[in-house]
């Protein structure tokens, strides 16, 4: 994807550069994400390649057996869900300076959603099953 983009939290202490591995942003609808997120969690693949400042006050919650989340100490915005193994980060687009550079175009763990909001346009949907047996390394654990 070229040249790394740069990102911050709402407070600007916790900043990262990262090399999406794509373009395409998704939205996880799990319950996790909705608490994490205060809102629809929309997520870019940045796996291998995010790295935050040395010195950014970021925090890390294991939010289940395989993932964690990272979000700022200061102000506490939320900037990442991780793998534990270090494999996986996909990171807010929110938080980067462009955010609008990654149309949503993937939906996961569609039935967690509540009927009360629904995304515009058109996307490919994963329900929590599918999404498992395709990424978790343990089917029982969840995102
Ligand atoms: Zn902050
Ligand atoms: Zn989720």
Redesign the pocket.
């Known amino acids: 994807m070229g040249a790394g983009l740069t990102g911050r939290?709402?407070?600007?202490?916790?900043r990262f550069i990262a090399e999406p591995v794509s373009d395409e942003a998704g939205v996880c609808h799990c319950s996790m994400c909705r608490k994490f997120s205060g809102g629809v969690f929309i997520v870019v693949d940045c796996s291998g390649s995010l790295v935050f400042a040395d010195d950014a006050p970021v925090t890390r919650f294991q939010s289940s057996e395989w993932g964690e989340r990272a979000f700022?100490a200061?102000?506490g915005?939320s900037l990442a869900w991780l793998s534990r193994d270090g494999r996986m980060a996909f990171a807010s687009v929110q938080a980067f300076d462009d955010p609008g550079r990654f149309p949503v175009k993937h939906e996961m763990f569609i039935d967690c959603k509540p009927g009360s909001y629904g995304l515009a346009g058109e996307t490919t949907t994963m329900t929590e099953a599918e999404f498992m047996a395709q990424y978790a390394p343990n089917p029982e654990g969840s995102a």
Request: hydrophobic fraction near 20%.
């Open positions: 939290c709402l407070c600007g202490a916790s700022c200061r102000c915005s």
